[in-house]
């Protein structure tokens, strides 16, 4: 069984930055496919970005893509989501995920394991 706890969530004003952390415990999760995925208030849980154990394939939703970079320290089992010009529109509570096998997820069903999240809000 892996564990994660995620950090880093926070106010910002719009255009600003955070930086999300998503520490594992637990198996080593070196081997697992990592993504985050959020969920807006009223709104159903939607993914935001992932990638494979090695980082070599890499997803991103259309909604963040050139704004969000996701990256993983192995060796620190911690994988990370830069945020940059956040929009009002990106306030959720941010979780981190993991799926133990198989192909990068790029749904919220494929995930075997998650995070307790962690709430962004961007104001206006």
């Known amino acids: 069984q892996v564990q994660f706890v995620e950090s880093g969530g926070g106010l910002v004003q719009a255009g600003g930055s955070l930086r999300l952390s998503c520490a594992a415990s637990g198996r080593t999760f070196s081997s697992y496919a990592m993504g985050w995925v959020r969920q807006a208030p009223g709104k159903e849980r939607e993914f935001v970005a992932a990638?494979?154990?090695?980082?070599?394939?890499?997803y991103y939703a259309d909604s963040v893509k050139g704004r969000f970079t996701i990256s993983r320290d192995n060796d620190k089992n911690t994988v990370f989501l830069q945020m940059n010009s956040l929009k009002p529109e990106d306030t959720a509570v941010y979780y981190c995920?993991?799926?133990?096998?198989?192909?990068?997820?790029?749904?919220?069903?494929?995930?075997?394991?998650w995070g307790q999240g962690t709430q962004v809000t961007v104001s206006s």
């Open positions: 995920a993991a799926r133990a096998s198989g192909r990068v997820p790029t749904t919220i069903s494929s995930y075997d394991y």
């Open positions: 990638f494979n154990w090695s980082g070599s394939s890499t």
